[in-house]
């Protein structure tokens, strides 16, 4: 069974810094991407950013130039750093391991999200 289990969300003020974590465990072979989505109340689940297997990152718009996704593959694990945070970034922010290969196929797994609070 893969877990994703995501740390690192709060409160913070406006400008602020936080970083996300999230970990894979299981019987991981290989990840191909891992991202970070977040959904606001009211609106859709929408990608944050998101990085392949061979380091390649892709952002939203709404986020480029602030936020910075890297991975750890040794460690399975994905990161956020999000740098000059906006009340707008306020949302519940969840994981994703897309192609995760345990050697009974290939699926895709959710973490269970973090709570990520910017007061203005």
């Known amino acids: 069974q893969v877990q994703l289990v995501e740390s690192g969300g709060g409160l913070v003020q406006a400008g602020g810094s936080l970083r996300l974590s999230c970990a894979a465990s299981?019987?991981?072979?290989?990840?191909?991407?891992m991202g970070w989505h977040r959904q606001a109340p009211g609106k859709q689940r929408e990608l944050v950013a998101a990085?392949?297997?061979?380091?390649?990152?892709n952002y939203a718009d709404s986020v480029k130039g602030r936020f910075t996704i890297s991975r750890d593959n040794a460690k399975n694990t994905v990161y956020l750093q999000m740098n000059s945070l906006k009340p707008e970034d306020t949302a519940v922010y969840y994981c994703n391991a897309d192609g995760v290969w345990t050697g009974r196929g290939k699926n895709d797994y959710w973490g269970q999200g973090t709570q990520v609070t910017v007061s203005s």
């Open positions: 990085i392949t297997s061979g380091y390649r990152p």
């Open positions: 299981g019987s991981i072979l290989s990840i191909n991407a």
